[in-house]
């Protein structure tokens, strides 16, 4: 696992008066024609997601739950910790 490098702390918003709440988010990264690293990176804004590998784009993942990703990988609750800390995790699968 490594944290991205995001240098601003993760802002904070609610749904009254200043938008909506951020939520954590997994993005998978592939390629043009659906090949993958195994890089999954768990955020709270996508605007702190790193730079993709070369080829590669990070694709939101729409039906991400947390509680069932930590349900079927209890190994991963350490890393959506550091997610939602640090703004950012990144895990390489392969």
């Known amino acids: 696992m490594s ?6 702390e993760p802002e904070m918003r609610w749904a009254e008066g200043e938008g909506e709440m951020n939520r954590l ?3 998978v990264e592939r390629g043009a ?18 730079k993709p590998s070369e080829g590669m ?4 993942v729409e039906k991400f739950s947390a509680a069932e990703e930590v349900f079927e ?3 991963l609750k350490a890393v ?3 997610a ?5 995790a990144i895990v390489a699968r392969g």
């Open 3 to 8: 944290v991205c490098d995001y240098s601003a």
């Open 33 to 50: 024609y659906g090949e993958g690293t195994g890089r999954h990176a768990y955020v709270l804004q996508s605007r702190a997601l790193p």
């Open 80 to 82: 959506l910790k550091t």
């Open 73 to 75: 990988n209890p190994g």
């Open 25 to 27: 988010q997994k993005f």
């Open 84 to 88: 939602i800390e640090k703004g950012c």
């Open 57 to 60: 784009e990070w694709h939101q």
